[in-house]
């Protein structure tokens, strides 16, 4: 029916918490928050955008993190194109960069560090090349798409307005090299995205479960 929210909850039932009352019952400031530009998957329905917003801790202490969507992005659908994926990074006193993840459990840090909360983007819905152009120009001025992002619609953008001829060209372009539009768009295949994980990410792919009992032995 539309563009996904840009900087949604998981899930529906979350209400938003201001930052006012988050700076008065816990000892942090939230200095950054904003949206992700282009996290949102590529669609005729643009996927919402995620977060970034940046926690700097006043005392030390530990955190947990509970988010998803680090390794696998999410789906675009019906010629839409996966969003981007979640990131969590730890920046040290010393300049030093950690990247954590995205699921984790008391883990110490310390006051004056800043810990960076990325959150995924949404998957686009139907074909990026049908998106009214004037739309990605509108949304590089609300910082939401770059010049760059949007090209993945096949619009060219000059100065901040279309460029009409360009935009023409690059869609018929991309529509004779393309090939026919999936329902689904998982984005990589799983052997792809284990081998890539580490350099894309900065965290090691996660490994397939291993069962001590046997699943017909269990079932006995």
Known sequence: ??????????????SNVPNEFLERYFPLVIERYETVTDSGGPGLHRGGNGINMVYRFLEDGVIAIHDDRWFVPPWGVNGGHPGSRARKVLIRNDGSEVVLPNKIEDYKVVAGEQLAFITWGGGGWGDPLERDPALLA?????????????????????????DEAATQALRRDIRATRGPLD??????????????????TGLPAPTPPRWHTPLAQAAQ
């Not at 029916?1 to 979350?14: E, I, N, R, T, V």
């Not at 992002?149 to 953008?157: E, K, P, W």
Request: proline letters at 5%; a negative charge.
């Open 138 to 162: 509108k949304e590089l001025r609300q910082g939401l798409v770059s010049v760059e992002g949007a090209r993945r619609y096949g619009v060219v953008l000059v100065d901040g307005a279309v």
């Open 1 to 14: 029916m539309g563009d996904g929210p840009d900087g949604h909850s998981l899930w529906p039932g979350f």
């Open 183 to 200: 329902t689904f768009n998982f984005g990589p295949d799983l052997a792809t995205l284990r081998a890539n994980c580490l350099a894309e």
